[in-house]
């Protein structure tokens, strides 16, 4: 079962937050060798995906002290026309398993200065 962690950031705005991830001892989990990919939908069914972030792209990156990094750049944030979404982080290891690691949703204030 995957963790949940909620989201809020404010549109045309660069937004960074960086996740730990510990396992059931408290340790560390290291997911550096993984491809990682999160998506933004408005429900989980819908067909459309709002925003891709992703290792490949580089909006999902690992810290040295093992954090996850997950960056929404204003340039990106700006287009959101949603202020409300559901997402979840996939992780492929070099084995090709799969395993979702967290889920959740986020929220996307507009902006009033433009």
Do not use: W
Not at 21 to 46: H, P, W, Y
Not at 79 to 98: C, Q, R, W
Request: include cysteine; aromatic fraction near 12%.
């Amino acid at each position: 079962m995957s963790a949940t962690y909620n989201i809020v950031l404010d549109a045309n705005s660069d937004f960074a937050v960086y996740l730990q991830f510990k396992n059931c001892n408290g340790e560390i989990v290291d997911f550096s060798t993984c491809n990682l990919r999160m998506q933004l939908r408005t429900r989980a069914n819908s067909p459309t995906v709002l925003d891709e972030l992703s290792t490949d792209n580089g909006r999902l990156s690992f810290e040295d002290d093992g954090k996850v990094r997950v960056f929404f750049p204003h340039d990106i944030t700006r287009d959101y026309k949603f202020t409300h979404a559901v997402y979840d982080i996939l992780a492929e290891d070099s084995n090709g398993f799969f395993t979702r690691i967290l889920e959740g949703n986020v929220e996307a204030r507009p902006e009033v200065t433009r």
